[in-house]
C-alpha cells in the first residue's frame, strides 16, 4: 500500500507529539496492543507483521473501510492513520451524501487545511502536504480505474 512509504522506520523527533514511532506504529498503540506500556525498545523491535496487523485492526477495520469505494477507503485509511480514526470517521460522515469522487476531493481538502492548523506544522508540513498529494493521486486512479 502507498502509505507504506511515508511509514518508515524508527523515529522518535521531540517535535512529534506520538513520540518514539516505528513503521507508523506510535509507542502509545503499540502499548495498548501490548496491554502494557511499551518501551522504546519495543518499538525499535515492531517487525512488519505485527504492524500490519494493527494497522488492519485499529484502522482498516475501524473506519469499516470494506464497505467503502475504492479510492475513498484508501483515503479514509491513510486518514486514520496519520490524524486519527475518530476525524477520518467524522469526515466520512460528514460527506456521506456525495459520490465517491466527490468524498474524495472533500477529505483531501479537508486533511490539507487540518495539516495547515497544526502547530507542528512548520516542522512536518512539507512531509505531510507530499503524503496527500500522493495519497490523493493514488486514490482519484482508484477511483478512475472503477469506471472502465
Not at 507529539?17 to 506510535?26: H, S
Not at 512548520?122 to 482508484?142: C, D, I, P, V
Request: proline share 2%; charged share 25%; hydrophobic share 40%.
Amino acid at each position: 500500500m502507498l502509505f507504506r512509504s511515508y511509514e518508515g522506520g524508527f523515529t522518535n523527533d521531540k517535535y512529534d507529539p506520538g513520540g518514539a514511532t516505528n513503521l507508523g506504529i506510535t509507542i502509545a498503540t503499540l502499548s495498548h496492543e501490548l496491554g502494557h506500556r511499551a518501551t522504546v525498545m519495543d518499538v525499535k523491535r515492531l517487525d512488519i507483521p505485527t504492524a500490519s496487523a494493527i494497522y488492519r485492526k485499529k484502522y482498516w477495520n475501524a473506519i469499516n473501510a470494506d464497505n467503502l469505494a475504492s479510492g475513498v477507503d484508501t483515503l479514509a485509511f491513510d486518514i486514520a492513520v496519520n490524524s486519527g480514526v475518530g476525524r477520518a470517521l467524522q469526515w466520512l460522515q460528514e460527506c456521506a451524501h456525495l459520490s465517491p469522487s466527490a468524498r474524495v476531493d472533500y477529505l483531501d481538502n479537508r486533511r490539507r487545511n487540518f495539516y495547515r492548523a497544526l502547530k507542528t506544522f512548520w516542522r512536518f508540513g512539507n512531509g505531510w502536504m507530499e503524503r496527500e498529494r500522493a495519497m490523493y493521486s493514488h486514490a482519484r486512479t482508484l477511483l478512475e480505474t472503477q469506471h472502465i
